[in-house]
């Protein structure tokens, strides 16, 4: 019986047995926190993730209207 030894999929460095390393399919979007109130000149950050947590994590975001918000980094 053979058995591959493949990566955890979560960037742990730990191997595991015959698990694949393709990332699962997004289900949905969490931001924390579900909403803010921000005054002209105040800076919060948001955070985003992926869920389930196994799935690519990467996001874009994007401000309709730059006059009014503005993404610095992701």
């Known amino acids: 019986m053979e058995r591959r030894l493949l990566g955890c999929g979560r960037r742990c460095g ?6 694949s390393l393709t990332p699962a399919p997004p289900e949905s979007i969490e931001a924390t926190p579900s909403s803010m109130t921000l005054r002209v000149g105040e800076t919060k950050e948001l955070n985003v993730s992926v869920l389930p947590p196994d799935a690519d994590q990467t996001v874009g975001v994007t401000v309709d209207d730059a006059t009014i918000a503005r993404v610095s980094s992701i």
Do not use: Q
Not at 14 to 19: D, E, F, Q
């Open 14 to 19: 730990h191997p595991t047995v015959g698990k």
